[in-house]
Every structure is written in C-alpha cells, then in structure tokens.
C-alpha cells in the first residue's frame, strides 16, 4: 500500500494532533480525504484491505496493520511477540471515527482516573508502561431501526391528602414513527460485551466514510460476530431511548411520569452498517490474568480493570488495624465477648465480599453477559440471554447483601449500648452469622461448577470455621475467660489466612482470564 510521502518517500502516518497525515521524516502534511491510498502498481484505488497481519505468538491475535504501523504490545494479552506477514484481501466497513485522543494525552487521562485509586499495582503507575498504550480500531456494527406504534402509559397525582390520594393514569398518544438510525454493538468477539458498552458513546456526526489512509500507524481488528447476533438488542435499545426521551418530555411538559417498564414502542431493525471507532488499549498481564485499560478514542472516556497490589494493599491494612486496635483501647473497654462479636461480624463482612467477588469471576469466566461471544444468528432469545436472565435473579438476591450486615451492626451497637450483659444477643448474631457465611459457601460451590479457580473455596471455609468457633464459644459461655481470647486468636489467625486469598479472589475477580484465540474465525 502507498503509504509513503509524496514530497521525500518517507513514512507517513495519521497524526491525531492536527488530524492530518503527517511525514515521519520531512515534516509535510495532507488531509487524509486528499491522501489516495493506492496499490503498489499505482492503479486504481484499492477496494480491499491488502494489509500486514500482525499475529500474537501468545494468544493468536490477529490486528490489521498498514506496512507503516507502529509494532507495539498486544492489546488482548500484553505479549511483545507479534509475527507479520502480508495480509489477505478484506471487505473494508463503510465507516470509521478518526482517533481524536493523542497517545500521550491518553496516558494522562488514565493517570487522572486512577490517581485517587488506592494499591493500584506499580506498573499502572509506571511512565513506561503507560507508554504501551495501542490504538485499535475496534469493529462496531451501527444498526438501523424502523419504528413503530407506541404504548406509553403514564400517572399523575392531582390530589393528596393525608387519608386519600387521587392518581389518573394516562394513555400517551406519541407519533414516534420513523428511523432510529445508529445504534451501535460491537462486532469482535474477542471484545468483551461490557467493555464496549462502557465506553460509550460516541459521537456519530465525527463519523467520515472509510479511508484507509487513517488506519496508518494503528491497527484495527477484524469482525468476529455476525451481525444479526443484536438485532433484537437493537431493538430493545430504540424503544427504550425513544421511552426516555418522551418520558423527559411529557414530564416536562405536564407532570404526567411515564411508567416506562409498561411503556414500550415497536422497532423493527432493518439494517445494519459496518463501521469502526478508534480505542485506546492498555494490558496489565499477572501470570494467566490479564486486566485491560480501555480508553475512548474519540471522547477521552476512561474504562478500566483495577486490580489491586497484594503487599500494598496488606501493608495498608496492617497499618490500620494498628491505628483501629489503639484506638479501641483508648475508647472502649474491650471484654472477650466484645472481642468474639468483632470476629464473627468481621468475618460475615468478610463472606460477602468473597461472595460479590466470585459472583464477578463466574459472570466474566463464562460470558453469561457477553451475546458476541455465542454470535448466535437466530433472532430468537439466545442461550446467553437465558444464562443472563437466570443470573439477574440471583444478582438480585445478591444485591441485598449488605442489609444482613447492617442488621447485625445495628444488634450489635444496641446490645453494647442498653444491655451490661450481651453474651446472648451475640450468640444469636453469630448464629445468624453463621446461617448467612453457610448459604455462601452453598452459593460459592454452585458457581464452582463453571470455574477453573480454587481460591474461593479456599477462602470461604477458614471463614466459616472461624464464624463456628466464636459462636459456639459464646452459646457455650465458658467461665473461663481464657476461652474466649483463644476463640479470638484462633478467629484472627484464620481471618489473616483468608484475607491472602480474598485478595487473590478480588483480583481474580478485576481481571480477565489470558485469551486463546488461535480458533479465531472472521465474519465476512
């Protein structure tokens, strides 16, 4: 491809500063639309993408390149070992949105996001490192939708009393027919579903018709997932917006708050177009994990992994559990039964994050989120959506975990406070305690079955055990204190023992596993 200067021969490449094509080596510069991309016979302007292909050695990425592009790190793995060698003819996408966010501002983008992050590992702080940053062209599709009738109720409350309230419900008549054009999902399977919703939006009227010409000094990927994989997300995403967008209005102007779970609009996708937008990619690799940082292209938005520093992070902790354990004894006048229901509330904390963590592995380790990496083509309810609905259920459940937790602080500072004898309210707490870690571990080993790692288990059962050991103690009620501070050091060294492998399930949870894509087939 005649990627060269026309004025000195020299490599030229999209400068995204002055959105122009820029020579590496005389300094001259041409708008991209002016900038002919031609084969190396000097013929007619290409219709393919005869590019370099760049596979990874480690994983089996391949990214497009043109023959100027700059070999860096891939982007899915973080491997430096990337083979080239001259691509085949590739259908190009109809669209792209230019990059519009300079490497280097790039970087200081992702120093902004995470400079208040706590532990964050060091090579995520390290110049160099962030100087990894590859710019891809991810493949999207843009979908079409053809819009229908409308169903859109509403309530307004025009009386309120102390003993009654009148409520009128209205039917909205709302001309919504037309085109909802632009509704973008992207087309890699490789590229995980919620990393792509994340890093939207953006803006479409940036959008130019392909030139090849703005992919040089990038790579860009190949489409992995049929299209017809989102056409009913792409559905749901019109009706939805349209939803909104009348809803803001109709209150606006009369008060009336649509019930947008009954309301809907019908939407018909009647067809889609291949485009690509510029991202930004940052790896950050620890043994077979790998945690991405993703950044906007076009708006600068920052999406990212944040894995935490194990010795950092344990060096913070001890340092507080200083301070907290001088403070204790300043403040309060710790006995053993005081002392065993820190245990147990510390470890039912410690449960539920060990709980919401693996709840994260098993949603990223099988892709029950992820409708691009089935690439179904039946315009029916996928496998995925079923997996995802059934998750939902339980992420619901889930999502009240902490209210347990609070009940048991809420006991807990009640007892200290009104009670001069609390040995009975805390063993109920740590009863129900118990009751809550048990239906973790049942929960834990019912995500095992889709999960390769073991440090969930490994860090849940020390909990229970030590969750047993204080509760039974305190039912019990030795007179011997001496009991109680064993149960106590006996909690505190388990505790320590978990919390290794809770951060391991923590960031187990904040990275994804090392992608093989050496089976990788493309969509034509």
């Given at each position: 491809m005649g990627f060269r200067c026309a004025n000195c021969g020299g490599n030229i490449l999209f400068d995204v500063d002055s959105q122009s094509m820029k020579c590496q080596h005389c300094g001259s510069m041409v708008s991209?639309?002016?900038?002919?991309?031609?084969?190396?016979?000097?013929?007619?302007?290409?219709?393919?993408?005869?590019?370099?292909l760049f596979t990874?050695?480690?994983?089996?990425?391949?990214?497009?390149?043109t023959e100027d592009s700059q070999v860096g790190f891939c982007p899915y793995c973080g491997g430096q070992s990337l083979l080239q060698k001259p691509g085949g003819g590739r259908s190009m996408p109809e669209r792209l949105?230019?990059?519009?966010?300079?490497?280097?501002?790039?970087?200081?983008?992702?120093?902004?996001?995470?400079?208040?992050?706590?532990?964050?590992?060091?090579?995520?702080?390290?110049?160099?490192?962030l100087r990894s940053f590859t710019g891809i062209y991810m493949p999207y599709y843009e979908y079409d939708v053809q819009l229908g009738r409308s169903n859109i109720t509403g309530k307004k409350t025009v009386e309120s009393t102390s003993s009654y309230e009148t409520i009128n419900t209205y039917q909205i008549d709302a001309s919504v027919a037309g085109d909802y054009c632009g509704v973008p999902y992207d087309a890699s399977k490789y590229?995980?579903?919620?990393?792509?919703?994340?890093?939207l939006p953006f803006d479409m009227k940036k959008e130019r018709s392909f030139n090849a010409a703005y992919l040089s000094g990038f790579y860009a990927d190949a489409s992995t997932v049929p299209a017809e994989t989102y056409y009913r997300d792409a559905e749901r995403t019109a009706s939805s917006d349209i939803v909104d967008e009348v809803s803001a209005r109709v209150y606006q102007q009369s008060g009336i708050k649509v019930e947008k779970e009954k309301s809907s609009v019908e939407a018909h996708t009647r067809g889609h177009h291949a485009t690509m937008f510029p991202l930004w990619f940052l790896t950050w690799r620890k043994d077979e994990r790998v945690?991405?940082?993703?950044?906007?292209?076009?708006?600068?938005?920052?999406?990212?992994?944040?894995?935490?520093?194990?010795?950092?992070?344990?060096?913070?902790?001890a340092a507080m559990a200083v301070v907290i354990f001088l403070l204790l004894e300043i403040f309060v006048q710790p006995t053993p039964v005081l002392t065993s229901l820190v245990s147990i509330?510390?470890?039912?904390?410690?449960?539920?994050?060990?709980?919401?963590?693996?709840?994260?592995?098993?949603?990223?380790?099988?892709?029950?989120?992820?409708?691009?990496w089935s690439g179904s083509k039946e315009p029916v309810i996928t496998e995925a959506d079923q997996n995802a609905k059934k998750v939902k259920k339980v992420k619901k459940f889930l999502d009240i975990?902490?209210?347990?937790?609070?009940?048991?602080?809420?006991?807990?500072?009640?007892?200290?406070?009104q009670l001069a004898d609390i040995k009975s309210v805390t063993g109920v707490i740590g009863v129900a305690a118990l009751f809550y870690v048990l239906l973790t571990v049942i929960k834990i080993l019912g995500w095992q079955k889709s999960l390769p790692q073991k440090q969930p288990l490994l860090a849940i059962f020390p909990v229970l055990a030590a969750v047993a050991l204080n509760a039974a103690i305190v039912i019990i009620s030795p007179v011997n204190d001496f009991w109680y501070y064993l149960g106590d050091a006996a909690c505190i060294l388990i505790l320590t023992v978990s919390s290794v492998f809770m951060l391991q399930v923590y960031n187990i949870g904040t990275t994804r596993p090392l992608p093989h894509l050496f089976d990788r087939e493309e969509v034509q």
């Open positions: 991209p639309d002016e900038f002919v991309v031609k084969s190396k016979s000097q013929g007619e302007d290409i219709s393919e993408m005869n590019m370099t990874c050695s480690g994983c089996g990425a391949e990214l497009q390149g949105i230019p990059f519009q966010v300079s490497k280097d501002h790039c970087a200081d983008l992702f120093k902004k996001h995470t400079q208040k992050v706590l532990y964050l590992p060091r090579e995520l702080k390290n110049a160099a490192h590229y995980d579903d919620e990393i792509a919703a994340r890093c945690a991405y940082a993703v950044v906007n292209g076009e708006s600068g938005k920052v999406v990212s992994d944040l894995p935490v520093d194990m010795k950092a992070f344990s060096s913070g902790c509330l510390a470890a039912a904390m410690m449960a539920a994050s060990i709980r919401s963590s693996t709840r994260r592995i098993f949603e990223k380790e099988t892709h029950v989120y992820d409708k691009g975990e902490g209210y347990p937790l609070m009940a048991f602080a809420i006991i807990a500072v009640t007892a200290i406070v």
